[in-house]
């Protein structure tokens, strides 16, 4: 998945399993690892961050939502996961993609909020799925 808002690039790419079946818990084996590439033209901010953040039906759900976004359908306003470094919100034909934790790393110039969150807004024309 790829956003771009003219300023801020955001790619979201699953790497694999994170585990790849070595737990005896079926959902421990459900984590995918996801690399977030980071760059932002105004604080040449530019960063990748590799991390264990969506359970396969957690990526389904945020590939379904992301797609009846893109198709008109909005069903609900927001996708958030079990692992909050990453979430996402949909108001106003624009697309908020929320970095936190790992995805928001220290030393960075992000532009944080008073929840040490990092929002970007991009305009839902614009998602590349």
């Not at 919100?89 to 995805?103: P, R, S, T, V």
């Not at 030393?107 to 929002?119: C, H, I, M, Q, Y």
């Amino acid at each position: 998945m790829y956003f771009d808002n003219g300023n801020t690039q955001i790619r979201l790419d699953i790497q694999g399993y994170e585990l790849n079946g070595r737990c005896s818990h079926d959902e421990d084996n459900n984590w995918l690892v996801v690399r977030l590439t980071f760059a932002d033209e105004q604080t040449q901010s530019r960063y990748r961050v590799d991390s264990a953040c969506l359970l396969t039906d957690e990526a389904a759900e945020l590939l379904q939502w992301l797609e009846n976004i893109r198709d008109g359908v909005v069903v609900k306003s927001y996708c958030n996961f079990l692992e909050p470094c990453l979430f996402f919100e949909y108001e106003a034909d624009n697309l908020i993609i929320g970095l936190f934790a790992e995805y928001a790393p220290d030393g960075f110039a992000l532009p944080l909020n008073e929840d040490s969150e990092a929002r970007f807004y991009f305009h839902k024309n614009t998602l590349s799925l």
